[in-house]
């Protein structure tokens, strides 16, 4: 057997040790993950953006993604590769929050723009 596929055989069964690692904290479910930290949390934040997720957790797994060695340009590429799955709707409201968490105020920018007509 496969280690994916003994993975989804423990999540198929809800297999309760095997389920605790995965809901672990980051550094637990990284290692089970079987992801590289930066594409783990790249991911992280792709499932925020889905979710509609609290600005603190933006900025955590904003921050994690950036120390793994993500670059400003992959954390917004997450953002416009989950676009077309979470609609415009959510990916219009979710750019304030990941646009605070890399340190761009979209707000700002907009008025700077507006005084500029």
């Known amino acids: 057997m496969t280690e994916h596929e003994h993975k989804?055989?423990?999540l198929a069964v809800?297999?309760?040790?095997?389920?605790?690692?995965?809901?672990?904290?980051?550094?637990g479910n990284l290692s089970v993950?079987?992801?590289?930290?930066?594409?783990?949390a790249l991911v992280r934040i792709g499932a925020?953006?889905?979710?509609?997720g609290a600005p603190a957790s933006f900025q955590s797994d904003v921050d994690?993604?950036?120390?793994?060695?993500?670059s400003?340009?992959?954390?917004?590429?997450?953002?416009?590769?989950?676009?077309?799955r979470i609609g415009s709707a959510r990916t219009v409201a979710q750019v304030f929050e990941l646009a605070l968490a890399v340190g761009y105020d979209v707000d700002a920018g907009l008025e700077?723009?507006?005084?500029?007509d």
């Open 112 to 116: 700077e723009l507006a005084g500029k």
């Open 72 to 84: 400003v340009e992959e954390v917004v590429g997450t953002l416009i590769a989950v676009a077309p």
């Open 48 to 52: 925020l953006l889905a979710l509609g």
């Open 33 to 40: 993950s079987g992801l590289d930290p930066k594409t783990h």
């Open 8 to 10: 989804l055989r423990c």
């Open 14 to 27: 809800h297999d309760e040790r095997f389920l605790d690692s995965v809901f672990s904290s980051t550094p």
């Open 64 to 70: 994690t993604a950036l120390g793994a060695g993500a």
